[in-house]
């Protein structure tokens, strides 16, 4: 297997469980190393640290998959899918829909796995993992029962790896799917939704919104296919209503909402979020729970400035929809915004509004992201409750 040198003190991270090794980091590379190729790491002294896949052309050039060496690489892909579903099983055990694969945070680095039913959508971030994906979906086949087998990747960040965009059926066919996420029923239409499907990252978090909504009038902002809503009409909420600017996403709702056979009275908005906050606020209308979950404002560092002032706008607005003594439910999935960037622009956000807020509640992603301890980066969703004081008077 041919080999790749760090410089000097370059292993100390790598030794301390992160999982890349940067470009700038290496000292020498033996000529002649395909993209996807499995490398050994070595310390400036000779000694090995891990081996990985390797990729000339990304700033991440080796994404390391084992501390040793690797002598049969399907086994090592077998035993960490395995765990992963393990892992799962344990955390949902009467489910069979979740993030199966969180890439590098279940030790599968540029591979997400998710699984509706016996349905398993792929997400494929690694030249190496593209390379070898027959082996996993072999795996995925032989070992937990796949019937269908196909990707709904994301072009950006295939782009970042000089991956070529577009789609693969690897295994059957793409074709609708019913999950239940332990309490609400999903129509999945994959043709259509975000993602690979739907949004497993806030599943505990849908959960947690049903001890504040009973009785009460809810807005689910960017509602995507309904999954905060749908839980609060679970929990008797008395109003729910949707707002998207996706007419797709606004019919998921809804037709989410129609095979669940809830009764709380809806509303559906097919709108700009900002521009119906805008126009909410303008009308001195509230509700007593608005929940928003905007997509990320922020794909790389030179985002952060603008995507601190979007957060901050955002829920000045949603501030200013929330009745006294009532909640807002606010995510940021942006990796690059860090929970004190988070918290710091919902501080100014609430002073700009006049609203006193108290933090109640704070969390990460569900339990089937989990997280890295070494790695940062495993680690990016964002999601806070904040009970909402009456106006502030400002002299």
Not at 43 to 59: A, E, M, P, V
Not at 106 to 116: E, H, M, Q, T
Not at 317 to 326: D, E, F, H, I, P
Request: with cysteine; aromatic share 12%; hydrophobic share 35%.
């Amino acid at each position: 297997m041919k080999k790749i040198t760090l410089k000097r003190n370059e292993d100390r991270r790598i030794r301390n469980g992160h999982l890349w090794v940067f470009s700038n980091e290496i000292e020498r590379t033996e000529e002649a190393i395909d993209n996807g190729e499995l490398v050994q790491v070595i310390d400036s002294k000779g000694g090995l640290i891990g081996t990985g896949f390797y990729n000339k052309n990304s700033l991440i050039s080796v994404r390391i998959l084992n501390a040793g060496n690797i002598d049969d690489l399907q086994e090592v892909f077998r035993k960490n899918i395995l765990n992963a579903f393990q892992l799962r099983k344990e955390l949902y055990p009467d489910g069979n829909s979740y993030r199966l694969s969180f890439s590098e945070s279940d030790f599968l680095p540029g591979l997400i796995i998710d699984r509706y039913n016996n349905t398993y959508v792929l997400q494929i971030y690694s030249y190496g993992m593209e390379k070898n994906v027959s082996l996993i979906v072999e795996i995925l086949k032989e070992e937990l029962n796949a019937e269908n087998i196909f990707t709904k990747n994301e072009d950006y960040f295939r782009t970042l790896e000089g991956l070529p965009s577009g789609d693969t059926v690897y295994f059957g066919e793409v074709k609708n799917e019913l999950i239940n996420d332990g309490a609400v029923d999903y129509l999945i239409n994959f043709e259509k939704g975000h993602k690979t499907g739907f949004y497993f990252d806030q599943r505990d978090n849908r959960f947690f919104i049903e001890k504040l909504v009973n009785g009460k009038n809810v807005l689910d902002a960017f509602c995507n296919s309904g999954g905060f809503g749908l839980h609060a009409a679970k929990a008797d909420a008395a109003k729910v209503t949707f707002v998207d600017s996706s007419a797709n996403e606004i019919e998921s709702a809804k037709e989410n909402y129609r095979i669940n056979n809830f009764t709380a009275e809806t509303e559906f908005t097919e709108e700009d979020v900002f521009n119906y906050l805008e126009k909410t606020a303008g009308a001195g209308k509230k509700f007593d729970v608005v929940m928003v979950d905007p997509p990320a404002f922020a794909k790389s560092r030179k985002n952060i400035p603008t995507a601190k002032k979007g957060y901050e706008r955002l829920n000045k607005l949603a501030l200013q929809c929330v009745s006294g003594g009532g909640y807002l439910v606010t995510s940021s999935c942006s990796y690059h915004i860090t929970r004190d960037d988070f918290i710091e622009s919902l501080n100014n956000a609430s002073v700009k509004a006049g609203r006193h807020i108290q933090l109640v509640y704070f969390n990460s992603a569900s339990m089937d992201h989990p997280k890295l301890p070494a790695m940062p980066e495993t680690s990016y969703l964002k999601f806070g409750v904040f009970k909402v004081s009456g106006d502030i008077k400002i002299s």
